[in-house]
């Protein structure tokens, strides 16, 4: 009896030498850490981005608190030379997390890094916020699966005015945190803005800074798209990939001449049937203000959703002076009032397609 015992016990003893337990039950243990928050990351992946270019990490802490980072080499920093815009992103993330969080009957904290900006140099992941879930009794406002179905239309709109409710709708969120949303109807206007943006695209594309920076993001081909997850996918652009591909690649063909013409012609096609151009005025001069900008942002966006409207932001004459102050002189707006950091146009179109999206696994740090 003895002997068998002692056979047991070491055998028992063996097993535990050789079958790491505590490992087995670490990874039980990270399993749980991770279910939540791999959730929340399903949903916020689809977040938009300047570009498409995704720049979030996450590190999961615990089953309450994971650590959100950004890649220095996904900031754009000629067309985003304050990384305003890069920071505004990271706060639609995370508020696709917030919003996804509350319909499970959570709320998250996030404890900001101080950084004013953020740096695009070095290859080390630099880190952005602290992240703690804890559970609330408050009711989900939004719907997350809005989050899987938002998209940007760069399609022909169909003529067709957005309705005052909805544009009421989006000027209470924007009030909430400040801010003044501005929609006009006004033809001329429209006309104006349309081509204002046109031009600027074609002029900003003569900059060669501009246009290697953007070149990092063109996916021309559908192999490249699938493969990369990110950058903008010319199927969404709505043009050829190969008319895309000579447009960056052999740029000097497009300065003037034929081509040139084509090209704008192709713009303002594009932009047929815009019937309303929308901005955004209010607070935007420094770290704090773009995150509380990124969260208004992101509900509005998401409400557009909700409403069957489709939204296409022209960042380029935002980020470009001498093509905002030319739209603040047409708009007769004074930016001792706020500033206008966000200029769309708004409208009905048909369903655009949907753009490649990194997978949880890309965005984890292990």
Known sequence: MRR???????????????????????????????????????????????????????????????HLYYDPSRVPIVVDNTSAF??????????CMRITALAKGYVI?????????????????RFFAKLHLRQTDK???????????????????????????????????????GHTFT???????????????NETELKRADEKPTMNEMSRWIRTTDKEAEEKKDGLWYRCLDVSGKMLHNFIYHHQRFRSGWKRMLTKKMLDKSMHGTANMAWITGPFRNRNDWVQA????????????ANN??????????????????LLKRISYNESKGELWF???????????KSYRLDVKDILIA
Not at 109 to 125: F, M, Q, S, T, V
Not at 141 to 166: A, N
């Open 183 to 197: 929609c006009t109807a006004d033809n001329n206007l429209v006309h104006d803005i349309v081509n204002l943006n």
């Open 109 to 125: 904290d996030a404890i900001h890094d101080k950084e004013p900006r953020l740096n695009p140099e070095g290859k080390e992941l």
């Open 294 to 305: 990124g969260a208004m942002l992101q509900r509005m966006w998401l409400t557009m959703t």
């Open 4 to 66: 068998r015992t002692f056979i047991i016990s070491g055998v028992s003893l063996l097993a535990g030498i050789m079958v790491p337990f505590g490992n087995i039950f670490a990874y039980r243990k990270d399993e749980e850490n991770e279910s939540i928050w791999l959730e929340l990351l399903d949903y916020a992946r689809w977040s938009p981005s300047p570009h498409n270019v995704q720049p979030w990490k996450i590190k999961i802490i615990s089953p309450v608190e994971a």
């Open 86 to 95: 890069t920071i505004v992103g990271m706060a639609m993330f995370i508020e």
């Open 139 to 177: 009711k989900k406002d939004l719907d997350p699966q809005l989050i899987k179905e938002r998209r940007t239309s760069r399609l022909q709109y169909d003529g067709k005015k957005v309705s005052p409710v909805i544009i009421n709708k989006l000027s209470a969120i924007a009030a909430e945190y």
């Open 343 to 353: 200029l769309i146009r708004i409208g009905h179109s048909n369903e655009p397609q």
């Open 309 to 326: 409207i489709y939204m296409h932001p022209l960042g380029t004459v935002v980020t470009t002076s001498y093509a905002k102050e030319e």
